[in-house]
């Protein structure tokens, strides 16, 4: 809808321009054109005369006066009117939100999907969560961020790859062989002997108790039979990798998380990437050796301060595996990268680009893009829960998970501003009210569902045809208002997509939902609630077009639950 006034403004500006011999640049149009706020300032506002006085050496309404001339009459436009300093007010004629609405309903689930990435790969990790213990809610949010932003830019036309990286060795993994290998031998952690970085959680007395059953456990990416020997360590160790993968894999079902590709850290140095990296590194001049230890060059690629490789004591430190991943993720045709991670992996954009940077083999600056995401603090009647008693030190996803169930826990990590804290709560996540936004705006869909039954129940078939004929007849400030937020939907999807930005869509159907339930209890000029069924035949074509609208409005609402991974209840 928006590049209608758009493509108005460019078509009168370039003959205006011409006429009056001025340079100017046409894209402008573009950044002046915004979506009103108040019905009585039209559809779409614009400042271009004001953004373009100057050039023409004229007043902004001067100018407007001399673009709205320009425009003339066009189909879809009822009028224009110039407001304040030089504002141009465009008001659609109603046949534009019809068709719309006829559009909405003929692309069903596809509607507000564009190709604006014309299949363009992209590969986004997330999770990327090491197997030492149950998920928490910080994972549980960049699930939730990060597949939606797949689901975005899917929307707009990508060709999307969804990646779990992962470390399977490491200190991280011997401290929890060695915590399961406690348990197994029957200590505690209270008992001086348990590992002095172990982990404490009531869930390594469930892995010990499956090694020693012998149990086999198979996660997406792998599959492992215990020994049940007490004294194989690295049976252990395979083993509680593997059933924490499986726990892992079973939480993001869950939530409806699915990955297409896991990628072992330790697969980086049994095939020698992170040698091979070093290496060229140290050929290329960009590192040197002081105090014993290796260091890159990372202030001429824009750090604050140069960084440790390998430590004198012997071993990399976390960021050089990265760059070897990274260089692997380009080296399989991935241009287009996206990682989402929690705010504590900050320190390592800057050292990862920089480590690409020095290998000069044609990766651009600023790749890969990143999205951090802050913490999560979960409340339970106004106080914060920061323990789970199987995890121990934390809240899981799975108890929130649980407790909430997936939709209300998806929306509320999934809602707010990645870069902004969030505060999950419980209490309200459980609300059945219109202050619970999940809640709100299901039951918009639900609700129609609803009335959409009731009217089959009439001797009469709905007939879309029939009821796209009436679409004239649907005159009231509730509907208008409802056609205008429907028909900004893919426009949302749009700066959505292009922002990384799925809040923005938990925002529209926060507003969308507002439409319809307003619409529902609308009341006429007596104070009486204006009814969407009737059985008055006389009225048959102002009822189905009502029903139309809601239609269109069921089914957006769908569409944009699915971006967020929701569900669209018929029944609530």
Not at 60 to 75: N, T, V, Y
Not at 78 to 91: C, D, M, Q, R, V
Request: net charge negative; with cysteine.
């Amino acid at each position: 809808m928006k590049q209608i006034p758009i493509r108005i403004i460019k078509q009168a500006l370039q003959q205006v321009a011409e006429r009056e011999e001025v340079d100017i640049d046409l894209a402008l149009a573009e950044k002046s054109v915004e979506r009103t706020r108040d019905l009585s300032h039209g559809d779409f506002a614009s400042n271009i005369a004001m953004m373009c006085a100057r050039p023409f050496k004229s007043n902004p309404r001067a100018l407007a006066e001399k673009i709205i001339e320009a425009i003339g009459q066009q189909p879809e436009i009822a009028k224009i009117e110039i407001a304040g300093p030089g504002f141009l007010n465009f008001t659609f004629k109603p046949e534009v939100y019809h068709q719309e609405l006829q559009e909405v309903l003929a692309k069903s689930d596809q509607y507000g999907h564009n190709s604006s990435g014309n299949r363009e790969k992209v590969q986004i990790e997330f999770v990327s969560a090491n197997p030492t213990g149950p998920l928490h809610v910080g994972h549980g949010r960049g699930a939730a961020v990060g597949d939606s932003i797949a689901r975005l830019l899917e929307a707009n036309g990508f060709d999307v790859t969804r990646e779990f990286y992962y470390n399977d060795a490491g200190a991280q993994i011997d401290n929890l062989a060695a915590s399961v290998k406690a348990r197994i031998d029957g200590k505690t952690p209270e008992d001086t002997s348990w590992p002095e970085d172990g982990y404490r959680g009531e869930y390594i007395i469930d892995i010990a108790r499956s090694y020693l059953a012998k149990e086999s456990v198979a996660a997406d990416d792998r599959e492992i039979t215990a020994s049940g020997d007490p004294d194989d360590i690295e049976n252990i160790r395979d083993f509680a990798v593997a059933y924490l993968r499986r726990e892992q894999d079973l939480d993001l079902r869950a939530f409806d998380i699915n990955f297409d590709v896991y990628y072992l850290e330790s697969s980086l140095y049994k095939d020698g990437a992170v040698d091979r990296v070093v290496e060229r590194l140290i050929e290329k001049g960009v590192t040197y050796e002081e105090d014993g230890a290796l260091w890159l060059k990372t202030t001429e690629y824009g750090d604050d301060k140069d960084r440790v490789m390998r430590k004198k004591e012997g071993g990399y430190t976390y960021f050089v595996p990265d760059v070897a991943y990274h260089e692997k993720k380009w080296e399989r045709g991935f241009r287009f990268v996206i990682n989402e991670q929690g705010a504590d992996h900050h320190g390592t954009i800057s050292r990862v680009r920089a480590g690409l940077q020095a290998l000069d083999i044609g990766i651009p600056q600023g790749w890969p893009e990143y999205i951090l995401h802050q913490m999560v603090m979960v409340l339970r009647d106004g106080k914060e829960v920061k323990i789970s008693k199987r995890a121990g030190a934390y809240v899981t996803l799975r108890d929130l998970i649980d407790e909430v169930g997936k939709d209300a826990t998806r929306y509320f990590l999934a809602a707010r501003n990645p870069d902004s804290q969030l505060q999950f709560d419980i209490d309200l996540a459980l609300s059945q009210s219109s202050d619970n936004p999940v809640y709100y705006i299901q039951y918009a869909h639900a609700r129609i569902c609803s009335i959409l039954a009731e009217r089959a129940k009439q001797a009469q078939p709905f007939d879309p045809q029939f009821a796209a004929q009436h679409l004239l007849e649907l005159t009231a400030t509730a509907e208008y208002r409802l056609m205008r937020t429907l028909s900004s939907f893919g426009e949302m999807v749009a700066t959505a997509g292009r922002n990384r930005a799925p809040h923005l869509i938990a925002n529209y159907l926060q507003e969308l939902a507002a439409d319809v339930h307003s619409y529902y209890n609308a009341k006429d000029e007596s104070g009486n609630t204006i009814r969407i069924l009737t059985d008055n035949e006389s009225e048959r074509g102002r009822q189905d077009a009502k029903l139309y609208l809601l239609m269109a409005a069921k089914q957006i609402l769908a569409n944009g639950l699915t971006l967020l991974g929701l569900s669209a209840p018929t029944k609530m």
